[in-house]
Structures are given as C-alpha cells and as structure tokens.
C-alpha cells in the first residue's frame, strides 16, 4: 500500500516531536549533562562532579559536609593564581583607595608636620621637626608609611594613583585572589621605597602609591601575556607612564622602576608557577623580593651612618 506524504515511514519518524535536550550544569550552563547531584539533585557537569561513596555530588553539598572524605575547599572555585574566588572581588582595591584617601585628609587637615614624619627620607634635619630624621636613623616605618602619603598640595597626585588604581588594580585582585593582590601590592611598593632609599640623596623626600600602582601594571603585564590577550594597551599606557616618570621634574623614578621589576617577577610566579607547588614558588619568590629589600635598606643605611 501506498503511503500518504509526510506519513510515517518507519521507527525513527515516531520519536516524540516534542523532545527536550539534556539539562545544563547548574555553576556552566553552556555545557550539558545527564549526572545529577545524588544528594540535591542538581545537574552536575564532569568538572562539578566530586566522587561520593555513591555516584557524584555537587560542590555545595561537599562544603556543606557530605561524607565524601574531602575538605570543604576542595572544590572551591579558583583563579588562575590560585586564589579564592572572593563575593567581591574589588573589595581589596577598595579599601587601599580608601586608605590613601583618608591618609590624605589627615595631611590636608594637620599639615607638613604629619608628613614630614612619615614620607620617606633617608637621612637628613628635618626644621619642622626639629631633629635629624630617616630611615638611617631607624624609622624603617618610612619605607611602608610613604606608600600611603601624597603631595597634598597637588590634587592631581593622589587622583592620578587612585584612578590608575581602580583601572589597574580591581581586575587584577579578580585574577589573582585576594590574598596574592595585596602580597603582591607591598612587596612592590617596598621594592620602590627600597631602590628609591638606595639611590636618592638621603635629604631628598619622597612619598606616593606609585611604586605599588607600577607593581601592578607589571604584573597585569605578565597576566596578559599569560593569557594571550592583546599587549599593546597595557603597553601604551606603561610607556606613557614611564614618560612622565623621566619627563617631569620632582618624580621619584626610583620608585616607580623598583616598583615595576618587583611587580613583573612576583606577578610572573603568581601566574606561572605550577599547581602541584603553586603556594610555595609564590610566596617563595616574594620572600626573596623582600630578602632584596632587607639587604638593600641595611647596605644604605650603613652608607649614611
């Protein structure tokens, strides 16, 4: 017999017209997935799944304690460095500016006295003080406290960095992780106090976030590059930056150089170090940055006592 057009013709044109792909994985929904979670049922993909003593669960329910053996960090989502994937990832950048900013109030509202006590001096008579001040004499403090402290009677300073700062900085903390953002953040700024201690005329002040904020355009650098992305921004703006430094008068170079090459070798074991030692290359690496940092300021400080 005949069949009508369009009729029926054998078991494959009888499946349902109606039928649903498989569902996606509840944390990628790009990827589908038949496994579920055995314990809320969820839809779990290969990188979800965490082996139970019966088929798979879920990341939630591993933290929340379901017998798997594992600890509840084990699954946690990380960056590429390794950190923690943190709710708010600028929250670091935040408070930093924060900081800088109210450290600049306090210099607006108590004068050159308060700043004359904590920028960065190696050895020299300060009139305002009244005595003979510097890191020479043991205020090592200097080399932190000069990272938070601008030029107040020049807005465009501080506005400068901190913008650079949001820019630069927030993404970055979102790559790195928290803990290794800050890490590398002081190891940095130390790195620029210390050359800048090393090679300036020990009478010569100098204060600003810039040997930090330099830190991060050099790890940023290395991130980029680790990832494949398109170097010539980050590239242009280090260059013009690097203009300013050597073009103006009255910039702590030193700084702004040590900075730099502190940031690209402590963002390059960020980034590059290998999972199985990831931890120790990383903080490993900033411990020798900020061995070079000690040497430094007892080599100096032994020149100007």
């Avoid at 929250?91 to 607006?108: E, R």
Wanted: glycine fraction near 10%.
């Amino acid at each position: 017999m005949d069949q009508a057009p369009g009729s029926p013709q054998g078991p494959r044109d009888q499946e349902p017209q109606n039928a649903q792909s498989l569902p996606t994985c509840y944390r990628h929904p790009d990827r589908e997935t038949g496994i579920r979670c055995t314990r809320c049922e969820r839809p779990i993909c290969p990188e979800c799944m965490v082996s139970a003593s019966v088929g798979f669960q879920c990341p939630e329910c591993v933290r929340s304690g379901s017998g798997t053996g594992l600890a509840p960090t084990a699954t946690q989502p990380r960056t590429i460095a390794g950190g923690t994937v943190a709710a708010d990832p600028r929250l670091a950048t935040k408070i930093l500016i924060g900081l800088n900013l109210a450290v600049f109030l306090v210099q607006m509202s108590m004068g050159d006295r308060f700043t004359d006590r904590f920028d960065l001096i190696g050895r020299a008579y300060v009139p305002i003080l009244g005595s003979i001040e510097g890191v020479a004499e043991g205020q090592w403090y200097r080399l932190v406290t000069a990272m938070f402290l601008h030029d107040a009677q020049n807005y465009i300073h501080i506005l400068f960095n901190m913008l650079s700062l949001w820019w630069i900085g927030g993404p970055l903390e979102a790559a790195l992780g928290r803990a290794r953002y800050l890490t590398l953040y002081f190891v940095s700024g130390l790195a620029g106090s210390a050359l800048s201690y090393l090679l300036a005329a020990p009478n010569q002040p100098s204060l600003g976030a810039s040997g930090a904020i330099f830190g991060l355009f050099g790890a940023t650098a290395v991130l980029m590059r680790r990832l494949n992305y398109d170097m010539r921004p980050v590239i242009a703006l280090l260059v013009i930056n690097l203009i300013f430094t050597f073009g103006w008068s009255g910039i702590a170079w030193q700084a702004h150089i040590g900075g730099l090459v502190a940031g690209v070798v402590v963002g390059y074991a960020m980034v590059h170090a290998p999972r199985e030692r990831r931890a120790l290359i990383q903080y490993g690496v900033c411990t020798l940055v900020l061995a070079v940092v000690l040497i430094t300021t007892l080599v100096r400080t032994a020149q100007l006592t």
